[in-house]
C-alpha cells in the first residue's frame, strides 16, 4: 500500500530626526516598488509569495508521509474482521493511518498489526496486449487473465529476474506492501497446531499459547452465529438441535424457554467450522481456503445473550464443548457455579466445579459472555469478568487432541443452552468463535516447529482461511517494517433510515488493536 520561523528583531530607542533631515520613506505595502539601497526599485511578488508557501507545505507533507504516518487502504480480506477489504468487486475497503515512527521508540509486540514490505521483490509487466502480469518469487503467482501478456512472457522466456529486467524494457521490479499481525518474535520457536500457535521462548513461554490481550481478544473474534428472536423460527433448523415447539416461545423479540418443574429443554448447535469471513464480518461456510473449505471445528468459542429470570426458580446452564472437555455455566437467581470435564470418553476423566461471586436479580436484563479460547475458562456479566480467567495447563489438555480421533462418536465442538428450571428469557443470541490459524500445508511453523531468525517477525492474517502469510513465505527482515496500523478513518457513510426518517452514519472509525 500507500514551521513557520519568526524571527524577533531587536528594537532600537527612536531618534528625533533634525529639522534639516529628509524623513525616510515609509515602508511600501506588499505589490508595491521600494527603494534599495543602491537607488533601484525592486518589486515583491505576492505570486513568489504564494509559491514559497505552497512549496513549503509541500516538503512539510512528503516529510510526514515519509518519516511519520501516511493512509493505506486495504485491497483484500486477509485481516477480516480486523481491518475489511474490498468485495464484490467495489473499492470500499477499510482506509487506515500507519505509523512510521512508532518503532523509532518501542519494539515490535506480539499481536501488533504491522505494515512491510514483501520480503522478496515482485515483478510487474505492461506487455502490449494486457494491462497487467505479476509473478511472485516462489509457488506462488498472480494474473490478471490477460492470456497476451501469458504469452508474451513465454516467447520471451522471461524466468528470471535479470532476463526480465534486460529482454523485456516493460517489466520492472517492485515491492508490496502487506499487512499482518506478529505473531512470533526473533529468536521464539513458533508451532501451528489444532488452530493455535505455540510459542516456546527464553521469557517464560515453553510451547504454550501466549495469552491474548482483552483488546485483542475482543478485535479477533469471528461471529458464527447470531439471531434477534424476530422471527416465528428463531434458530437456524439445518444447525441446531431443536426441542418441541410448545417448549419455548418468540415474541418481542424474546426467546422465552419454559423447563417447568425439572424437565430441562435443551438448544444444541451442532458444530462450529473454520470456515473463511464473509463479507458481512460472519462466517461464510464452504468457502475456505483451497483444500480447506471448513474441515476443522473450532472449539474456541464465546457464547454472548442477554439473559433474564422471571422467577427464583429460573436456571440455565451454557455449555461449550471442545474435542474432550465440557465447560459448564450455570447461572440463576440462586446463585452460579463454573464447572469442566477434562478427558471425557478416554478413561481418565477429571472435573472439577467452583461457585461464581455474582448474583442474579429477578426481572433484570444482563448481557452474559461464557469464553472458552486459548485453554483459558471465564464468565463476564455486563463486561465485568465474575468468574476466572482460569488457564488450564497446556500439558493437560494437549494430550486430548491427540486422543480425541480414538473417541468413537465424541463431539468436536458444540455450544448448547440448556434451560434447567422454572422460566428463562433470552435477546439477542451470538456465537463468536476464536480465529482458526490452519495448518493445511507443509509449511512454515505448520508440521514441525519453526525458529523465527533473528532480526525477524514472523506474521499471520486474522482470516487465517484466506491469507498468505509466514505459513507460506517465512518471516521478513526488520528493515522492511514500515510502521504500526493504528486508526481506520475511513469508511464514514451516511444511511438514511426511512422508516425513523433519520440520518444515521456507517462509520468503521476505530482504533486498530
Not at 326 to 348: F, I, Q
Request: hydrophobic share 30%; charged share 30%.
Amino acid at each position: 500500500m500507500n514551521i513557520d520561523e519568526h524571527n524577533t528583531l531587536s528594537e532600537k530607542p527612536e531618534e528625533t530626526p533634525d529639522a534639516d533631515t529628509p524623513r525616510e520613506e515609509e515602508q511600501a505595502a506588499p505589490g508595491e516598488e521600494q527603494a534599495a539601497p543602491d537607488g533601484k526599485k525592486h518589486k515583491r511578488s505576492r505570486i513568489r509569495d504564494d509559491v514559497e508557501a505552497v512549496i513549503l507545505a509541500i516538503i512539510f507533507v512528503v516529510v510526514i508521509r515519509e518519516y511519520v504516518a501516511e493512509a493505506y487502504k486495504i485491497p483484500t480480506g486477509s485481516m477480516e474482521p480486523t481491518l475489511m477489504g474490498n468485495s464484490n468487486g467495489q473499492e470500499n475497503g477499510d482506509n487506515i493511518i500507519v505509523d512510521k515512527a512508532y518503532y523509532w521508540f518501542k519494539p515490535v509486540q506480539r499481536w501488533d498489526v504491522v505494515v512491510f514490505k514483501y520480503p522478496e521483490p515482485s515483478y510487474m509487466s505492461l506487455a502490449p496486449g494486457c494491462s497487467r502480469y505479476k509473478q511472485e518469487p516462489g509457488p506462488h503467482s498472480q494474473s490478471n487473465n490477460r492470456d497476451a501478456c501469458l504469452e508474451c512472457h513465454r516467447k520471451e522466456r522471461l524466468e528470471s529476474t535479470q532476463e526480465s529486467l534486460t529482454k523485456h524494457p516493460k517489466v520492472v521490479k517492485y515491492r508490496r506492501n502487506f499487512i499482518k499481525r506478529c505473531v512470533a518474535l526473533p529468536g521464539e520457536t513458533i508451532e501451528i497446531k489444532h488452530g493455535d500457535i505455540y510459542i516456546t521462548n527464553d521469557s517464560g513461554l515453553k510451547d504454550e499459547i501466549p495469552k491474548k490481550p482483552r483488546s485483542v481478544q475482543d478485535a479477533l473474534w469471528q461471529r458464527a452465529y447470531f439471531c434477534d428472536f424476530t422471527s416465528r423460527k428463531p434458530f437456524d433448523t439445518e444447525r441446531w438441535d431443536l426441542p418441541a415447539s410448545n417448549r419455548y416461545e418468540v415474541r418481542d423479540g424474546m426467546l422465552v424457554v419454559n423447563a417447568g418443574n425439572g424437565h430441562g429443554v435443551e438448544f444444541e448447535l451442532a458444530e462450529i467450522k473454520d470456515d473463511r469471513i464473509g463479507e458481512n464480518n460472519e462466517i461464510a461456510t464452504g468457502n475456505g481456503r483451497p483444500g480447506l473449505r471448513g474441515a476443522n471445528c473450532v472449539g474456541d468459542l464465546m457464547i454472548e445473550g442477554c439473559v433474564e429470570f422471571p422467577d427464583d426458580n429460573s436456571r440455565v446452564s451454557l455449555v461449550i464443548i471442545e474435542g474432550n472437555c465440557e465447560y459448564t455455566a450455570v447461572l440463576g437467581p440462586e446463585g452460579a457455579t463454573v464447572s469442566w470435564k477434562l478427558g471425557m470418553n478416554t478413561g481418565r476423566t477429571r472435573s472439577n466445579s467452583e461457585k461464581v461471586n455474582f448474583g442474579f436479580a429477578v426481572n433484570v436484563q444482563y448481557k452474559v459472555q461464557f469464553i472458552n479460547v486459548d485453554d483459558t475458562l471465564s464468565l463476564r456479566v455486563d463486561g465485568n469478568v465474575v468468574w476466572g480467567e482460569r488457564r488450564f495447563p497446556e500439558k493437560d489438555v494437549r494430550p486430548l487432541y491427540e486422543d480425541d480421533n480414538k473417541a468413537p462418536g465424541a463431539a468436536r465442538a458444540s455450544v448448547t443452552l440448556r434451560v434447567d428450571r422454572g422460566k428463562v428469557a433470552f435477546r439477542s443470541l451470538n456465537i463468536y468463535r476464536d480465529v482458526y490459524y490452519t495448518d493445511k500445508n507443509d509449511g512454515y511453523g505448520e508440521s514441525r516447529p519453526y525458529r523465527v531468525p533473528d532480526g525477524h517477525y514472523f506474521v499471520l492474517g486474522d482470516n487465517s482461511a484466506r491469507s498468505s502469510d509466514s505459513r507460506n513465505w517465512g518471516t521478513f527482515p526488520r528493515e522492511n517494517l514500515i510502521g504500526r496500523a493504528c486508526f481506520v478513518f475511513f469508511p464514514v457513510r451516511p444511511v438514511i433510515d426511512l422508516e425513523k426518517k433519520l440520518l444515521e452514519w456507517d462509520s468503521r472509525l476505530k482504533l486498530i488493536r
